[in-house]
């Protein structure tokens, strides 16, 4: 895992397990770390192992995670942060756009840019002014976006069955349902899913961490893309008739990669490592199994769905967001 420890990562998840341990600290303790706080390296995975192992019991610990994580925000090469609401399934309304409006006006945000997980990116936020910029979207009924997370980021989607005449299903319902069910989830790295009304794949489906085709007979559900530092097409899962069933498919899946990832391996390394048909043997043949993963899944969001961004606008680690001292120099004597 690092220097801190001499055991692995799929070494250290089981033992959290055995051994009911529930703390970082009492992880290093039982597992005999070599450091007295660990490091970079091993916290964040800890604390991930920790709140993925124990749903609603570990408390998640903000100071092992990294800046963008930490602040709900991420941070530019200025100093200044980039905020991005949530916009499920890349719908927006006249509404959400006059307030993200108002916002930009308000708090003078030097640049508004559209992002490729369909929604809307302000960028150029002073940290001080974090808070008061989500209060203002909370008012207007958005929520953090989690472009910072490990986690569940966009579900993109065309048009679909609404309004393309190649659509075959409701993509876009589709996509705004997987959404609004997995947001707040954490994972071992950043999940991008994108729902596709027809094979001609205008969300681009096929490059995603999942990635869903519509048919006429139903759902072609694909997984492990990349289009990033690696650039990869997505694996086929499995064909089922119904919404329905495609979502308790990709909450499984979804699930098993929570429990199995290691911490910053994205989908598609995964399962490289672990195979594609242990995988599909959990999710596709075997229903029960599915089943369980998918409630396991169902269970932990029960406790994942709180906006970061209206805690804090409401005061939470209020000294993350005080502005810094300002130093003048002092006056001459006279
Ligand atoms: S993917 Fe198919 S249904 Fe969706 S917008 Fe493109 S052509 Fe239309």
């Known amino acids: 895992m690092c220097t801190c420890t001499d055991l692995g990562h799929d070494d250290v998840r089981r033992l959290i397990k055995a051994k009911d341990l529930k703390t970082i600290p009492a992880v290093m303790q039982e597992l005999e770390w070599k450091t007295s706080c660990g490091c970079a390296k091993c916290r964040p995975a800890l604390n991930y192992y920790l709140i993925a192992t124990w749903p609603g019991e570990y408390e998640d610990d903000g100071q092992s995670r990294f800046i963008n994580e930490r602040v709900h925000a991420n941070i530019q090469k200025d100093g200044t942060y980039s905020v991005v609401p949530r916009m499920w399934g890349g719908m927006t309304s006249s509404d959400e756009l006059r307030a993200i409006a108002d916002v930009v006006d308000k708090f003078r945000i030097p640049a508004v840019k559209v992002t490729g997980g369909q929604r809307i990116d302000m960028l150029g936020v002073k940290k001080e002014d974090l808070p008061a910029v989500w209060a203002d979207l909370n008012a207007a009924g958005m929520v953090s976006g989690a472009a910072y997370a490990k986690g569940l980021r966009t579900v993109k989607t065309c048009v679909g069955s609404d309004w393309c005449r190649f659509g075959t299903q409701d ?164």
């Open 171 to 334: 993509s876009t319902g589709l996509g705004v349902r997987i959404e609004k069910l997995m947001w707040g989830s954490w994972t071992p790295a950043k999940v991008k899913m994108a729902v596709s009304g027809c094979p001609r794949n205008c969300a681009e489906a096929t490059c995603k961490d999942v990635g869903v085709i519509c048919v006429d007979s139903g759902y072609d559900i694909k997984f492990a893309g990349a289009a990033g530092l690696d650039i990869k097409g997505t694996e086929d899962l499995c064909h089922v008739d119904t919404e329905d069933e495609a979502v308790e498919v990709i909450a499984a899946l979804v699930q098993l990669y929570r429990e199995q990832g290691r911490y910053l391996e994205r989908i598609y390394k995964w399962a490289k490592r672990v195979g594609m048909d242990s995988i599909k043997a959990t999710i596709v043949d075997d229903p029960d199994k599915r089943q369980h993963y998918y409630e396991r899944f169902i269970y932990s969001q029960t406790f994942a769905q709180v906006d970061p961004w209206e805690e804090r606008a409401n005061g939470k680690d209020a000294h993350e967001f005080a502005a810094m001292a300002e130093f003048g120099v002092p006056a001459a004597a006279e």
